[in-house]
């Protein structure tokens, strides 16, 4: 496939002159970015533009898009623009090439509907204003060029709807046409902004402590542009103090981490102010851009806090005025100003970041946030002022339960594990600790260590709970001094109020125990209950997940997460309904971890006295029958987990019909020096192969550093020709790309190459399961994905066991949704279109 040019475009730029990105080079990878901008140059339009192959294809809108159905509006094709022009918004200077002003006014995916070829595009708009179906078809007059540049936009659906009356602001900053035009010389410095320009800012001193605004916690996030959208962060909230260069970083409950966060403080202190409030949380972020709470501990705990961000969402002083009482939509423009002046633009690495937002499409911007594994979202009013304490101007929408409690006691450890065994946790009601459960999940080792030291010091000889009849009448239970917070995620309550699945996520030094006492801070206390506990406490003191008894539940198989074996059991019993599909009644060969991930084997023949319960299936090879483990319901992958099981290979067949495959899978495996955007845009290619053979492909991460790409077949060629099918279609791949892909195993030849390993289809071999977790460092999991959440902030260790089930909790349907029904058979036809001559297989 050729790769796109922006020859075109960088010829009628001048980059000295205009702040639009150079783009070097097209992007290695073909993502589904949407943008739609609004352009007055010489006459006001509109700007179409969807990534394909690492350019944003671009159209002229000179009436915008069609929103009614059947309506069509003329398209002009442009020349093709470089990914980051998805985030360009301002003035192109007068003279240039589209010189005047350019808003950012809407963002969002595409997806294809139908044909995609060079003289229609079918396409599925999800963005913060337009969401729909239309269809881009190429009109018939040609230029001296031979290429038809107009076209016709034509709308076809209303589903999903949208608003046929969008606001006529940007996505980005929430500006107005003319807010944008504001004149500024392209290319000079951003100024700071001058607080006697806001209309709304007060005169007055800086108050010496600034309490911070306290989001309310709602089931779902708002609908309607009145309401801007933020990632909520896994952090501490921090309330940034500058006055005449010194900075003071204060926590949520008045304790000063100036000292603490000498970087930070640094930076701050650099900013073109004399006087500033800012608020914001203090994060760790990972690869991935996701924030880390246990990553943020390990940070603090080590004083060893440099690289941790400042992700900054409110000014409410400046230079001698109050600005609580401006829109908040007014104070982020002010306070991205402020950072943009001091080289800190939105959308810029490094330690004070800009925490930036959508407007309006809350509940489908939760959804998104929920599908990468975030924690939540934090949904604002966009035109009202700063109001210290809780209400309900700003909403929380989690996507998990979280809550904090107060430590009253723990448990002396079992078995090899060092510390404590579990903590017993309360909240405070009146003065009164009421106790809400045991947590003995999600510690590290060191944090064992670290909070058993703590609570020692700590130990009284009463306990602080009130009296209750759920209160565990324990040997050798130490109670503490109710002062350490910690703060936990949990499925829901049992009837008794209870915590059903919780994990440790850490300790909240920014809190006091009386602070946890509101209503507001442990709303998902009044969560649902569950009547139907498939989890419960053993007679004889033991754990059972879904009827089976685990021994040494405490045992950690994650040391990095803390992630025991109880919580892999439940982690498989809260998603058994989305595993079992592609997972039930297939041979497994397992690897067991007995002790955890760090001491591995595989095995294919269990013994007759392991996990005897689970069923066997005898298969002849090689001379011998040998029995082949595998499973029909929740309660087998428990049992199995109970052994040590922490990884689930399949083969590529059922039980029921052994020599005839109905999976054919496909495993693109980078050498470390590859991109990952060269294994997404092999991945696609690969597909539109398989499906001009009228075979469908879904990918599937693989927990490691690969992509799976798994063809559902009807049982029909035997797996000789299955393998001949993998193997010559590999082999035309990496003909055609010799210096990026390669068919050798052998390592010395796999240097700077995607090894396409079509072994995979062998009888006998198997690949990892959709959902199974992996003995890798940070307990990743094998996921299937849509074709369209392929990108570069998902790659194939994205999603843990921890992450994961937030995951699924935002999904509206089976990411593999058709899967079954794609099954065709690999008959002589397919396999001639590869070179394969069935007979000779």
């Keep these: 496939m050729a790769t796109p040019s922006l020859h075109e475009y960088q010829r009628k730029r001048d980059f000295h002159r205009s702040r639009e990105p150079a783009g070097a080079v097209p992007a290695l990878q073909a993502g589904h970015l949407y943008v739609m901008h609004k352009h007055a140059a010489r006459r006001l339009h509109f700007d179409l533009r969807i990534e394909q192959d690492g350019v944003l294809r671009s159209w002229a809108l000179p009436r915008g898009a069609p929103l009614e159905i059947g309506e069509k509006r003329l398209a002009v094709e442009v020349e093709n623009h470089p990914l980051e022009y998805g985030n360009f918004e301002g003035n192109i200077p007068k003279g240039e090439y589209g010189g005047g002003t350019v808003m950012l006014w809407d963002v969002g995916r595409w997806q294809a509907d139908g044909r995609n070829d060079a003289e229609q595009l079918d396409f599925i708009l999800t963005g913060a204003k337009l969401t729909g179906a239309w269809t881009l078809v190429r009109m018939r007059n040609w230029d001296v060029r031979g290429r038809g540049k107009q076209w016709l936009l034509i709308k076809r659906t209303d589903h999903p709807q949208h608003d046929l009356h969008p606001d006529d602001l940007s996505v980005a900053s929430g500006r107005s046409m003319a807010e944008i035009a504001e004149p500024r010389e392209a290319g000079a410095p951003a100024s700071p902004p001058h607080a006697n320009a806001l209309p709304g800012a007060r005169p007055a001193a800086p108050p ?22 933020e990632i909520k962060f896994d952090g501490y909230r921090i309330v940034a103090h500058i006055e005449h260069g010194k900075a003071r970083l204060m926590t949520r409950n008045g304790h000063d981490w100036t000292a603490r966060l000498r970087a930070q403080a640094r930076q701050l202190e650099s900013l073109p102010v004399e006087q500033a409030i800012l608020d914001g949380e203090l994060v760790a972020l990972t690869a991935d851009g996701a924030s880390s709470f246990r990553e943020l501990q390990e940070a603090l705990s080590r004083k060893q806090t440099a690289h941790l961000s400042y992700q900054l969402f409110d000014l409410l002083y400046l230079d001698g005025h109050d600005l609580s009482a401006l829109p908040l939509l007014e104070r982020k423009q002010a306070l ?50 700063y109001r210290s304490g809780r209400n309900k101007l700003w909403l929380k929408v989690k996507c998990t339960q979280h809550a904090k409690f107060v430590v009253g006691g723990f448990t002396p450890p079992a078995g090899a594990r060092s510390g404590f065994g579990a903590l017993l946790l309360g909240s405070l009601r009146h003065g009164r600790l009421e106790y809400a459960g045991r947590l003995g999940t999600g510690f590290s080792n060191r944090q064992l260590e670290q909070l058993h030291a703590t609570l020692l010091r700590q130990e009284i000889a009463q306990s602080p709970f009130a009296p209750s009849p759920s209160l565990p009448a324990l040997r050798g239970v130490h109670w503490v001094k109710p002062t350490l917070v910690v703060e936990v995620e949990y499925a829901e309550r049992t009837r008794d109020g209870l915590l059903r699945h919780p994990s440790f996520l850490g300790t909240r030094e920014d809190l006091d125990p009386e602070q946890i006492d509101s ?91 392991q996990a005897s319960s689970v069923p066997r299936i005898a298969i002849q090879e090689k001379g011998a029958v040998r029995d082949y483990v595998y499973v029909r319901s929740l309660v087998d992958v428990v049992s199995l987990v109970q052994h040590g099981v922490l990884e689930f290979h399949a083969w590529g067949c059922r039980v029921e019909d052994i020599e005839h495959p109905d999976l054919l899978v496909f495993d693109l495996d980078p050498a470390p020096e590859v991109e990952w955007q060269e294994v997404l845009r092999t991945a696609r290619e690969l597909r539109d192969r398989l499906q001009h053979m009228g075979l469908t492909a879904f990918p599937r991460t693989t927990g490691g550093k690969g992509l799976h790409l798994v063809v559902p077949l009807r049982p029909h060629a035997d797996w000789a020709s299955v393998k001949a099918f993998a193997r010559a279609l590999s082999e035309q791949c990496a003909r055609d790309e010799p210096l990026l892909l390669t068919t050798n195993m052998a390592l010395s030849k796999r240097h700077g190459r995607i090894y396409l390993d079509y072994l995979r289809n062998t009888r006998g071999s198997t690949a990892i399961a959709c959902y199974s977790a992996r003995a890798r460092p940070g307990a990743p999991v094998a996921v299937p994905l849509r074709w369209d959440e392929l990108g570069p902030a998902v790659r194939s260790d994205h999603y843990t066991v921890e992450t994961l089930p937030r995951r699924l909790g935002a999904l509206r349907a089976d990411p593999w949704e058709g899967f079954f029904a794609a099954a065709v058979p690999l008959d002589a036809a397919t396999l001639k279109l590869a070179g394969v001559d069935e007979g000779g297989a």
């Design 519 to 609: 209503p507001g801070d442990n709303l998902e206390e009044a969560a649902p209950v569950s009547a139907n506990r498939a989890t419960r406490h053993a007679a004889k003191g033991g754990v059972e997940v879904a009827g089976i008894e685990l021994t040494h539940p405490e045992r950690i198989l994650y040391p990095e997460q803390g992630v025991t074996k109880l919580a892999l059991a439940r982690y498989y019993e809260s998603l058994h309904e989305w595993a079992l599909p592609y997972l039930a009644r297939r041979p497994l060969v397992l690897l067991r971890c007995p002790e955890g991930r760090q001491a591995c084997f595989y095995q294919k023949h269990l013994g007759k006295g």
């Design 336 to 385: 991205a100003q402020l950072l943009e002046a001091a080289g800190n633009a939105p959308g810029a690495g490094g330690i004070l970041r800009y925490s930036d937002h959508v407007r309006g499409q809350g509940p489908d911007f939760f959804e998104q946030a929920c599908t990468l594994g975030l924690e939540g979202v934090i949904s604002k009013r966009a035109d009202a002022p």
């Design 208 to 229: 010496a402590i600034q309490p911070p605004q306290l989001a309310t916690p709602s089931e779902r996030a708002p609908t309607g542009t009145a309401w801007l959208h």
